[in-house]
């Protein structure tokens, strides 16, 4: 069965807000765990990772939030624009690669104008 | 764009025939990963390839097979394909097999009839 998965499979927001997305895994070996935005059509991307000895991490305008404690994983998105609508998924990884990414069904994030 | 491309973008092929896809890695990528990505659901591993040989595999049937050339360019073979081959499959390339800094492609649509 799968190892990591999405609570949602969509998520509609509006224009400007904030996003979060959620995503529980069961592996506790995993040493990284990684998001990626899909747009329809294209491959995944990826937007940010975090190591299993952090807690958040943050890029431009995303955050990921860490809890081993909960094994939860989720992504937030600040001031969503419409660019953000896509597939997001969270993987995970050993870090070592020979096993590749994990991933989890998705959320689909739809931005209300 | 990651610089990953694949080829071809769209294919059909009847159940029972084989199938060869093909995955040029970015520039200073040495490792090269295939996934298979069926409709509604998240990435599954198939299989990776460093330094022209798999060295990691995912819980794919040996009608999976593939190729790595001194290029890094690499090769997804399925014979006897199967309706429910019918899948997005992505390439992702990345240095000595780190899976948190993979690229993808843009993917091959293939549809078993």
């Known amino acids: 069965g799968e190892s990591v998965g999405l609570h949602l499979p969509t998520l509609s927001v509006q224009e400007g807000d904030n996003s979060i997305i959620n995503c529980a895994y069961s592996?506790?070996?995993?040493?990284?765990f990684i998001w990626y935005k899909q747009e329809s059509g294209k491959g995944p991307q990826f937007i940010i990772d975090?190591?299993?000895?952090?807690d958040k991490r943050q890029g431009q305008r995303v955050t990921v939030l860490l809890n081993k404690t909960v094994k939860h994983l989720s992504l937030q998105i600040a001031a969503t624009q419409p660019g953000d609508s896509a597939v997001y998924f969270c993987?995970?990884?050993?870090?070592?690669?020979?096993?590749?990414?994990?991933f989890g069904k998705g959320t689909h994030l739809i931005i209300q104008p | 764009e990651t610089g990953v491309t694949q080829s071809p973008t769209h294919l059909i092929k009847t159940r029972g025939q084989q199938v060869t896809l093909r995955c040029s890695s970015q520039?200073?990528?040495?490792?090269v990963s295939w996934y298979q990505q069926a409709l509604g659901q998240g990435p599954q591993f198939i299989f990776q390839?460093?330094?022209?040989?798999?060295?990691g595999r995912g819980n794919f049937p040996p009608r999976f097979s593939g190729l790595q050339f001194p290029n890094y360019s690499s090769e997804l073979n399925v014979n006897a394909l199967e309706l429910d081959d019918s899948a997005l499959y992505l390439c992702?390339?990345?240095?000595?097999?780190?899976?948190?800094?993979?690229?993808f492609g843009q993917g091959t649509r293939l549809t078993v009839v």
């Open positions: 975090i190591r299993s000895n952090m």
């Open positions: 592996n506790s070996a995993s040493d990284y």
């Open positions: 520039s200073g990528h040495n490792t």
């Open positions: 390839y460093y330094r022209e040989e798999e060295n």
């Open positions: 992702a390339s990345s240095w000595t097999g780190i899976s948190t800094e993979a690229f």
């Open positions: 993987a995970e990884s050993d870090g070592g690669g020979a096993d590749g990414l994990t």
